[in-house]
């Protein structure tokens, strides 16, 4: 990617508050500009939320999805009811079992369905109508779109599952399923299952952007890949929108078939495996054999051992539901202060967590002696490197603790990233969000897990996920997400060195009271036994000042765009304690989390450049002290 190109992406979308990050209708952050508009965002001021025309999708739900779920409850619902809105039934039936469960001593909900109702909750499951042309002939009868609908008043409870699950709809295929709705070709199915079908006047082809001239009267003849189900529903052959070819065109230098969707997630996986590192497009992708050598290292490992999700806590969601389902309802760990939502998914399902916050060898030490005393637990969930502190867990002395007490191993590779550690064998199942470095572009979102074939319970995982897995990614998400993935390796060389020189930078500074990145950790051994031979150290850090005033100063200074989110081609700033721990700024603080604490993601930008808006930056502070 060129210097030039990235520098006018990144200051066209630093803009103003509010705006999206890049300005691109699908975009994944937003501009947080000041330190306080991030405080005024956490306080819910009305100077901030009504110029916020995006968000992190988890935290925000985007516009388009808003007014689809509102479109919903107007035809479905009542003037006091709200819904969420699901790939699946399965994730909606989910959101509903959460809602019921938190709200049952209030309310005193009884669990007596009738159809697709429970209590005061109920689902209203959509489908396309018979007769659109459809990727499979089973199209017509699967759910796209899977709405809970529930009082105004549990608004906040439902958006807390839409946070921590991650199972929402993304607005890629929010999209494509509004404009079928309103086109009345989304319809809901009844309670037997089958689809009511109104008659129709003409043959029914799909919303006008994706119809051709073929789909009248026949199906297409593209295959979808085992597992893609319901997410398979948007692939059309040969739009005929002439905005989203051009857009499509400009954006990838050709005209990109939607029908390509099952070969993206293909190469996908194989970009994940490590069997496919060269930058090319999808048909050249496609030539690439299956794995041929151990690119992991792990014996047995394929790509049929990668699952791909809507989003990075999606795949830690369903991993932890998974190992629920497979092992027992047990105890998990929380090792090392991870992020917001992994702690909640682990406290809030199952039968609870034991965390511990510092990931320190004094905390494996009271673990070891739980386990000697009997205490059993379902798996122990960590990060490699940790966010924002990155620091590295010991995970040679966990793997010999989960072979020794029997539990799973789970990392989330984020941030170190599989370009410069391999963790797989420490692990019986690595997790990462590829709507980060993996994609760089920051307008899509992605998760996957990744299960070690070597794990001592991996033919019980796979025979679990064999009943369980849905493949709810959206074809327009992956085909993005390939497109955007093709440089990844050649990205993360430039990452790994721009991150070390503002980190020389930072740490001779008389300003900074501490850098915080792998290779200036205390733990940067335990990173350093599993970073590859030309591994680097990631595209992460964070940095304290000696007074809030100065961070601030800081902050308000770097001429870089400021918003959540991390792993961007472009470098990307925020007060991340401030967005993320809010309103538990003294527990964070007893982890060594501290409140002022700014967390810089680096990017591509020309390295003498990034210098030198670090070295204004902290010049400010120092005339601020004058």
């Keep these: 990617m060129a210097t030039a190109t990235l520098t006018s992406t990144v200051s066209t979308s630093r803009g103003d508050l509010g705006q999206a990050i890049p300005d691109t209708p699908h975009a994944v952050s937003v501009s947080l500009p000041s330190w306080k508009a991030n405080v005024g965002y956490e306080e819910g001021e009305e100077w901030v939320l009504s110029k916020m025309k995006n968000g992190y999708p988890r935290f925000f739900v985007h516009v388009g999805i808003q007014a689809f779920a509102e479109a919903v409850v107007r035809k479905y619902g009542t003037s006091d009811e709200q819904a969420m809105l699901f790939p699946s039934t399965a994730a909606a039936i989910r959101c509903l079992d959460f809602l019921i469960k938190e709200t049952t001593e209030k309310t005193s909900a009884e669990r007596s369905p009738v159809g697709l109702k429970i209590g005061g909750f109920r689902i209203v499951d959509l489908v396309l109508q018979q007769g659109l042309s459809s990727p499979n002939e089973k199209a017509t009868s699967k759910t796209i779109i899977s709405a809970v609908i529930f009082s105004k008043t549990e608004a906040r409870l439902a958006k807390t599952f839409w946070q921590h699950s991650g199972d929402g709809v993304s607005s890629r295929r929010a999209e494509f399923c509004y ?5 009345g070709y989304l319809i809901p199915r009844d309670l037997n299952g089958s689809v009511n079908t109104p008659p129709l006047s003409r043959m ?6 994706y ?65 496919l590192t060269a930058d090319v497009d999808l048909s050249h992708a496609m030539e690439v054999p299956g794995i041929s050598e ?29 190992m629920l389902k497979t092992r027992g309802a047990l105890k998990s760990i929380s090792f090392g202060f991870p992020y917001i939502d992994t702690l909640k998914i682990l406290e809030k399902w199952g039968p ?52 020794n007490y029997d539990f799973a191993v789970v990392v989330d590779e984020t941030i170190g990233n599989f370009m410069n550690v391999h963790i797989l064998p420490a692990a019986d199942i690595v997790v990462s969000s590829l709507t980060k470095v993996f994609s760089g572009d920051s307008n899509v979102m992605g998760g996957s897990s990744i299960f070690n074939p070597c794990g001592r319970y991996y033919n019980q995982l796979r025979n679990t996920m064999a009943q369980e897995y849905e493949d709810n990614y959206w074809p327009e998400d992956a085909i993005f997400l390939e497109r955007n993935s093709r440089d990844f390796v050649s990205r ?19 300003q900074v009271k501490e850098v915080y990145y792998p290779k200036y950790s205390p733990t940067r051994p335990f990173y350093d036994e599993f970073r590859h031979p030309n591994g ?12 809030t005033a100065a961070a601030i100063i800081f902050f308000d200074t770097l001429d870089v765009a400021k918003g959540p989110s991390l792993g961007t081609n472009f470098t990307l700033c925020s007060p991340y304690v401030i967005l993320a721990h809010y309103n538990e700024l003294d527990w964070a603080a ?20 990034l210098r030198e808006k670090c070295t204004r930056a902290l010049m400010a502070v120092t005339k601020s002290e004058i």
């Excluded at 967390?599 to 450049?609: A, N, Q, Y």
Aim: aromatic content about 8%.
């Design 211 to 275: 119809q051709t001239k073929a789909s009248i009267g026949k199906r297409d003849n593209y295959a979808s890949a085992p597992g893609d189900g319901d997410s398979s529903l948007a692939a059309r052959r040969n739009m005929d929108s002439h905005d989203y070819s051009q857009f499509v065109e400009e954006r990838f230098g050709r005209n990109l078939d939607l029908t390509l969707a099952a070969n993206a997630k293909i190469a996908i996986r194989r970009r994940i495996a490590g069997s």
């Design 590 to 609: 007893q982890f060594g989390v501290e409140a002022d604490l700014i967390r810089i993601s680096v990017g591509l930008e020309d390295t003498l450049e």
């Design 492 to 510: 993360i060389d430039r990452i790994n060195s721009n991150a070390e020189a503002i980190c020389e930078v930072l740490k001779d500074s008389s």
């Design 352 to 403: 609870g967590c034991l965390f511990y916050g510092n990931g320190s060898a004094a905390d494996l030490d009271d673990l070891e002696d739980r386990c000697r005393g009997g205490e059993k637990f379902l798996a122990l969930f960590c990060e490699f490197p940790g966010n924002p502190l990155l620091k590295s867990p010991n995970l040679r002395r966990i793997r010999r603790l989960a072979d």
């Design 536 to 547: 680097g150290y990631g595209g992460l850090l964070s940095v304290t000042f000696h007074s």
């Design 294 to 322: 151990p690119v992991r290292k792990v014996p047995d490992f394929s790509e049929e051992d990668i699952y791909l999700y809507p989003c990075g806590m999606n795949a830690i969601f369903n991993t932890h539901r998974i």
């Design 179 to 183: 404009t079928a709705f309103k086109e």
């Design 204 to 209: 029914c082809k799909g919303p006008r952007r």
